[in-house]
């Protein structure tokens, strides 16, 4: 099964910005929709941002207009943007196979096993 391996995060001020990578280990994403989740303790995990295969992207209305999701089909990466980062955009963010309808993580045989995910600290 193809595992993710998320890096990039770190500690960052309030307003600055922050480029997550996700790279694919073990296998390829293929053409599976891409996205990124970001999980708080004692909160569930929660969309943040999907890419379809030719590049259609979702967001959540947290953090519109302020990240970007892209996605490199031939180094099986995907990315996250991030600007104007807010203290409460701190997190552990991890990338997965999305169901862009449901904006859930996609389990499939050779997908969907969530990484270490990596985290990111917004100061105030």
């Known amino acids: 099964q193809v595992h993710m391996v998320e890096s990039g995060g770190g500690l960052v001020q309030a307003g600055g910005s922050l480029r997550l990578s996700c790279a694919a280990s073990?296998?390829?994403?293929?053409?599976?929709?891409m996205g990124w989740f970001r999980q708080t303790p004692g909160k569930e995990r929660e969309f943040v941002a999907g890419?379809?295969?030719?590049?259609?992207?979702y967001y959540a209305d947290s953090v519109k207009d302020r990240f970007t999701i892209s996605r490199d089909n031939a180094k099986n990466t995907v990315y996250l943007q991030m600007t104007m980062v807010k203290p409460e955009d701190t997190a552990i963010y991890y990338c997965?196979?999305?169901?862009?309808?449901?904006?859930?993580?996609?389990?499939?045989?050779?997908?969907?096993?969530w990484g270490q995910g990596t985290q990111v600290t917004v100061s105030s």
């Open positions: 073990g296998g390829t994403f293929g053409s599976y929709a």
């Open positions: 997965n196979a999305v169901n862009l309808a449901y904006r859930t993580v996609q389990v499939a045989p050779d997908i969907g096993s």
């Open positions: 890419i379809s295969w030719s590049g259609i992207t």
